[in-house]
T-cell receptor
Framework: SQTIHQWPATLVQPVGSPLSLECTVEGTSNPNLYWYRQAAGRGLQLLFYSVGIGQISSEVPQNLSASRPQDRQFILSSKKLLLSDSGFYLC?????????????FGPGTRLLVL | AQSVTQLGSHVSVSEGALVLLRCNYSSSVPPYLFWYVQYPNQGLQLLLKYTSAATLVKGINGFEAEFKKSETSFHLTKPSAHMSDAAEYFCAVTPNNNAGNMLTFGGGTRLMVKP
């Protein structure tokens, strides 16, 4: 069966510090991968998605970037964190880009920028 | 652009009572529709999805939803609430084009279950 991991589970970082969040998927090959952010009072927002190694699409211009160095690894990064980057970051995967395909979510990383 | 509206950011029911969580979408062509549940400090779990087959969709934990094209709705129901149903529920749609399965989420509804 497929599983999705995210770490760290919780992170407290000072403003201006760098960020690296990691997401890995097991039990499947060539998944579509997604990064979402859930901020207080703002619902779920798609940040990035990837259909393959090195292929990243950004949905919202921001202080963050994403990379996919391996087939089942998706990394969310920032060079300098802002207060507004605080939130709950969720990684998800799907079998293919088809509209009926379910997206499966990881446990999330809670980021607090002080 | 598609959008999803969940009426009521907070819904409170008594244990054993009917649960009704509302979701309306805006789209010129019926989209694919999903309901997810999020327990505190956890990721999202799929409850059920509508992909143009039967309009009444049954999901996990006794939940079901009915797709009503005339009302552009996909409301989530459960006949009898349990304390364990307390969570946040999200309705989501995928676009009605060939741009892949980018999910657009509603704002979420937090369900509280009173003993």
């Amino acid at each position: 069966s497929q599983t999705i991991h995210q770490w760290p589970a919780t992170l407290v970082q000072p403003v201006g510090s760098p960020l690296s969040l990691e997401c890995t998927v097991e039990g499947t090959s060539n998944p579509n991968l997604y990064w979402y952010r859930q901020a207080a009072g703002r619902g779920l927002q798609l940040l990035f998605y990837s259909v393959g190694i090195g292929q990243i699409s950004s949905e919202v211009p921001q202080n963050l970037s994403a990379s996919r160095p391996q087939d089942r690894q998706f990394i969310l990064s920032s060079k300098k964190l802002l207060l507004s980057d605080s939130g709950f970051y969720l990684c998800a995967w799907s079998v293919s880009p088809g509209r009926r395909e379910t997206q499966y979510f990881g446990p999330g990383t809670r980021l607090l920028v002080l | 652009a598609q959008s999803v509206t969940q009426l009521g950011s907070h819904v409170s029911v008594s244990e054993g009572a009917l649960v009704l969580l509302r979701c309306n979408y805006s789209s010129s062509v019926p989209p694919y529709l999903f309901w997810y549940v999020q327990y505190p400090n956890q990721g999202l779990q799929l409850l059920l999805k509508y992909t143009s087959a039967a309009t009444l969709v049954k999901g996990i934990n006794g939940f079901e939803a009915e797709f009503k094209k005339s009302e552009t709705s996909f409301h989530l129901t459960k006949p009898s609430a349990h304390m364990s149903d307390a969570a946040e529920y999200f309705c989501a749609v995928t676009p009605n084009n060939n741009a892949g399965n980018m999910l657009t989420f509603g704002g979420g509804t937090r369900l509280m279950v009173k003993p």
